[in-house]
């Protein structure tokens, strides 16, 4: 049987250039590379707060019945507090969806462009630490690398080629995100291995 994955991205519209091809590289190595791994569409979620809204959640659980595996991705946004309601998330669903479905919850420290940047050669006088600590990456260093590449024009103004790039370097962006990447990809093979 194959795995059909669901992505909530807070908001897919630019997310899921990057999300895509990433996250069907995460549950490869988690152990299903023929995983059918899609984002949610539908219906649109406008930013964290409807991401972290159980209502809006448990709405999209019960539309897509025939998914064994929601990724419900944020951005940490600064918040040391956000791990803390993914996890109440985590419960509810589990509550919902019983044994044999689940749903993920993780927060890209601090954006997910920070993911993209992961799978990247620095440019010069940039530190991944820094990176790593700022709390707007986004506009600090992903804008700034897809203006120097010319990206900015594309679908998702850079994150279709530096998500593509990221993915192709799934191993630089596991060992370089271990607290969010890393960590989703072996709470995902954990749970598949038990199933």
């Known amino acids: 049987?194959?795995?059909?994955?669901?992505?909530?991205?807070?908001?897919?519209?630019?997310?899921?250039?990057?999300?895509?091809?990433?996250?069907?590289?995460?549950?490869?190595?988690?152990?299903?590379?023929?995983?059918?791994?899609?984002?949610?569409?539908?219906?649109?979620?406008?930013?964290?707060?409807?991401?972290?809204?159980?209502?809006?959640?448990?709405?999209?659980?019960g539309m897509y019945p025939m998914v064994h595996v929601f990724l419900l991705i944020v951005d940490r946004d600064g918040q040391p507090n956000r791990r803390t309601a993914l996890y109440n998330i985590e419960a509810k669903a589990a509550a919902l969806l019983g044994k044999r479905r689940i749903l993920f919850g993780e927060n890209a420290w601090q954006e997910i462009e920070v993911w993209a940047l992961a799978g990247q050669n620095l440019l010069q006088g940039w530190n991944w630490q820094a990176i790593r600590a700022e709390l707007h990456p986004k506009e600090e260093y992903f804008e700034p690398l897809a203006a120097v590449r010319g990206?900015?024009?594309?679908?998702?103004?850079?994150?279709?080629?530096?998500?593509?790039?990221?993915?192709?370097?799934?191993?630089?962006?596991?060992?370089?995100?271990?607290?969010?990447?890393?960590?989703?990809?072996?709470?995902?093979?954990?749970?598949?291995?038990?199933h």
Not at 14 to 42: E, I, N, T, Y
């Open 1 to 61: 049987m194959s795995l059909n994955v669901l992505v909530i991205p807070e908001d897919y519209r630019k997310d899921q250039f990057v999300l895509s091809p990433l996250l069907q590289r995460l549950v490869a190595a988690a152990g299903k590379p023929q995983a059918r791994v899609r984002m949610c569409l539908d219906p649109v979620l406008g930013g964290v707060s409807q991401a972290l809204d159980w209502t809006r959640i448990e709405e999209i659980l």
């Open 151 to 194: 990206l900015t024009d594309e679908p998702g103004a850079g994150r279709t080629t530096l998500g593509r790039e990221a993915a192709a370097e799934y191993g630089r962006v596991r060992s370089r995100c271990r607290e969010d990447v890393a960590e989703l990809e072996a709470r995902l093979k954990a749970w598949l291995d038990a």
